[in-house]
């Protein structure tokens, strides 16, 4: 049995879950509203507030869909109550973020500013012109975006200059020696 995939999913106050047929599961809260279509061959439950998630074989594939199609619903549900959060810093002589409204500009070593939107249901925030937070409900959508931003100029591994994740550790290399 997948470890991941017996734990039932706890669902706070405040969130509700709906499992439509098809395996259709809507969840509902504070912080918005997710929907996803688990694989069919997956089974849902409600129990009290638990969503259970059942597998019918132990092949391979079905023991794999099981802690997917589980981490899936847990997601969901902790996107609508906590929400999910990245951290981007800017590190370089002249690179930095400036908010534009919903958007971002950012100024990484280019010609021109890049400018960046913010795709509905993800807020983008500057605290300051070297920290860049976004912020969601669906953690996936929230990890897209902060994986662009961060496209925009990745780490070098020479002087460390660039967006990077937040705690991200980058291993630096040592430059040429003269003669």
Do not use: C
Request: hydrophobic content about 35%; overall charge positive; charged content about 25%.
């Amino acid at each position: 049995m997948s470890r991941i995939g017996k734990k039932p999913v706890p669902v706070p106050a405040g969130v509700t879950v709906e499992i439509g047929s098809d395996n259709f599961i809507l969840v509902k809260g504070p912080k918005g509203e997710l929907s996803q279509k688990i694989h069919p061959d997956m089974k849902l439950r409600m129990e009290d507030d638990l969503v259970k998630v059942e597998r019918p074989t132990e092949n391979g594939y079905h023991r794999a869909l099981h802690g997917l199609s589980r981490t899936l619903v847990q997601n969901m549900v902790t996107g609508v109550s906590a929400g999910f959060e990245k951290t981007l810093e800017i590190q370089g002589v002249g690179y930095r973020a400036i908010q534009k409204g919903a958007d971002v500009e950012i100024q990484a070593g280019d010609s021109h500013p890049v400018l960046v939107q913010a795709p509905p249901g993800v807020q983008i925030e500057v605290s300051n012109p070297t920290k860049v937070y976004v912020r969601g409900a669906d953690k996936q959508r929230v990890g897209e975006v902060a994986a662009g931003i961060r496209a925009i100029r990745p780490p070098e591994p020479y002087k460390g200059k660039g967006i990077r994740y937040g705690g991200e550790h980058v291993r630096r290399k040592v430059g040429k020696t003269g003669k």
